[in-house]
């Protein structure tokens, strides 16, 4: 039989087809998935990227709100679902993102210290893919690392204090770009030369140190005192402290505060509560204080040779240190923060320790000694004592000699203080009666608060025997989370509802349901004067105490006493970024919107509204 013809391929023909169609599938195929799959990882990355930003911005915010000293450490970082102290809080979410199978987080270490004092902040973010079958099972993961180097100014920072009663009353803003603008009291030339004159009362730009372009941090003294200090990068020098107006031997303009050559300043701590001290940072991890030293406070294993100016600062001697380190030599210590207020001057040491020098006479110094009376303090710093020897995050000095307490904060979120009872800041009795004190004091440092706390607020009182209170901001996730207050409240300030002293703690302070929080980005978070300013995680800024000038903010009576806290009143829809408190009769408050807002007494034009 024959066959006809087929018009076609021949099968071999159509096999070699055939492999070379599938191949070029299979290519086609492998290429969609190839894009598919880098389409995928290039989303994933970018989710890990986010989470990482998200652990940066997180890290920058506890920076601020502890005044730029990172409080958690590589073993408890920083995640999503933790506290600033890197405790954990069960009430905060334990991924950044998650959605089916897909979740974020971030992981950042204690930052390490760079150039000019900054910060290196390293932030890890992840993305975990877990498997359908069992989300415990994680089948991919992406990671993504990035940094910044945070510094002072990062935002904008504000300051405010009182001088006398009648003059020494100025606010300050900086600004993120470094500029920094005054108002208020020109008295002493705080703010410029004289054809400034004695009062301004609309900011302006406040003119910098020859070589100087940028302001990094600015200080403002206290009542007793009229002194602006700043911290900013001089073009030939590097970083350099600078102050002016009244007090520290200055005169005239700008004086910088004298480090040998080579050395730069990396922070500074101003007082002026009665006593006018300033004590610098160099970059050689060494503290430096200038001004009167009563008491033996500025450190410098002496009270001779009166007061020492900022042109010649003396070396606070941790290398004298006695007690010393727990183990190692006191030779060997280096400074990581600097506190000084009234007649003591404090530092945390390298072996985050705290080290002081001043007032003993009940103990103050925490060392399980007393001096003989309140004018002969111990002029050799020396370790506090604090039980179990834990390390040591904030240190909190009161405003006037008459409340001779030394407050420590630790890692664990507990506060122990050393001292007097007399105000009622220890919560009780019980102590040591050899040191004379009315009702007992604590040359060893005893715990006053449990665990939970991570901020402390040293409260002065303008009173007739100045006076003294603390608040502690308790933040983990129990019920008594907020603010809690003790001491003295002769304008109700702790926010009792009364005007009574309080000698067992109030709180947490009722401030209509919003959860009590404390932000601020200076020094002066740690300081307030005749009234208590707190902010809420919500924003809004919340007051008690002293109101004879409407320093309060919130419209109420301008009388003397006012024992409840109440809102601010704040224009619509802005919300607070810091305050500044520390003047007994004007309140400053940053808000988020870039601006400041003053309320109070404005004798001084220091309301900076123009009048």
Excluded at 52 to 57: C, K, M, Q, T, Y
Excluded at 62 to 72: A, F, G, Q, V
Excluded at 259 to 266: E, N, V
């Amino acid at each position: 039989m024959l066959f006809k013809k087929q018009e076609g391929f021949a099968l071999p023909t159509l096999l070699i087809a055939s492999v070379i169609m599938l191949t070029v599938l299979l290519a086609s195929v492998t290429a969609v998935s190839s894009i598919t799959g880098g389409i995928n990882s290039q989303y994933y990355n970018q989710l890990a990227r986010e989470a990482a930003e998200s652990g940066l911005a997180n890290a920058e915010t506890c920076l601020r709100y502890n005044n730029y000293s990172p409080t958690w450490t590589d073993a408890a970082p920083l995640r999503p679902f933790t506290l600033c102290t890197g405790a954990t809080d069960p009430t905060f979410p334990v991924y950044v993102f998650q959605s089916g199978n897909v979740r974020t987080t971030f992981t950042v270490k204690r930052p390490t210290v760079g150039e000019a004092g900054s910060l290196n902040i390293v932030s890890e973010g992840t993305v975990q893919i877990t498997r359908t079958s069992d989300p415990s099972q994680i089948a991919r993961s992406f990671t993504v690392t990035v940094g910044k180097a945070s510094r002072y100014n990062d935002a904008p920072q504000i300051a405010g204090g009182a001088g006398w009663k009648e003059s020494g009353h100025n606010g300050y803003m900086l600004a993120s770009t470094g500029i920094l603008y005054g108002w208020g009291d020109n008295t002493h030339q705080q703010l410029g030369d004289s054809s400034l004159g004695t009062i301004v009362s609309t900011p302006i730009q406040v003119g910098l140190p020859n070589g100087v372009s940028r302001v990094k941090k600015v200080f403002n003294s206290g009542q007793g005192a009229t002194i602006l200090c700043i911290l900013a990068n001089h073009s030939s020098l590097g970083d350099q402290a600078y102050c002016r107006g009244l007090g520290l031997g200055l005169s005239g303009g700008w004086q910088r505060f004298g480090l040998s050559a080579g050395l730069t300043a990396k922070d500074l701590s101003l007082n002026g509560y009665g006593v006018d001290t300033a004590c610098v940072i160099a970059s050689d991890n060494q503290a430096y204080c200038a001004g009167e030293n009563y008491s033996g406070g500025l450190g410098d294993a002496t009270t001779a040779g009166g007061a020492p100016p900022i042109s010649t600062p003396r070396k606070f001697r941790l290398d004298l240190a006695n007690p010393g380190p727990v183990s190692g030599s006191a030779a060997s210590l280096t400074v990581k923060k600097v506190f000084t207020k009234d007649r003591f001057t404090c530092v945390i040491a390298s072996d985050d320790q705290a080290y002081c020098a001043g007032d003993n006479n009940q103990g103050q110094l925490g060392r399980n000694n007393f001096s003989t009376n309140i004018w002969i303090g111990n002029s050799v710093p020396g370790r506090a004592l604090v039980p179990g020897n834990p390390s040591i995050t904030d240190i909190a000095l009161p405003h006037h000699s008459a409340a001779p307490n030394i407050f420590y904060m630790t890692i664990n979120s507990d506060v122990f203080t050393s001292g007097g009872t007399g105000t009622g800041t220890t919560s009780g009795t019980g102590g040591s009666t050899a040191c004379g004190a009315p009702a007992g004091c604590f040359p060893i440092p005893k715990s006053v608060t449990s665990t939970g706390f991570s901020r402390m607020l040293s409260i002065g009182e303008q009173g007739s025997d100045s006076r003294h209170a603390m608040c502690y901001v308790a933040t983990d996730a129990a019920s008594d989370s907020g603010v809690w207050c003790i001491g003295s409240n002769l304008y109700g300030q702790i926010g009792s509802g009364s005007c009574a002293d309080t000698a067992g703690y109030y709180g947490p302070a009722n401030l209509n349901g919003e959860e009590g929080d404390y932000i601020a980005m200076g020094p002066e978070a740690l300081y307030q004067m005749n009234s208590v300013a707190i902010i809420t995680k919500q924003g809004n800024v919340y007051t008690a105490g002293d109101n004879r000038y409407g320093k309060l903010g919130r419209g109420g009576v301008l009388q003397g006493c006012n024992p409840t806290f109440g809102r601010v009143q704040l224009p619509a829809g802005v919300k607070a970024a810091a305050v500044a408190n520390t003047d007994e009769y004007t309140m400053y408050i940053l808000g988020d919107d870039g601006k400041v807002y003053s309320t109070g007494r404005n004798n001084n034009g220091q309301l900076g509204n123009g009048t």
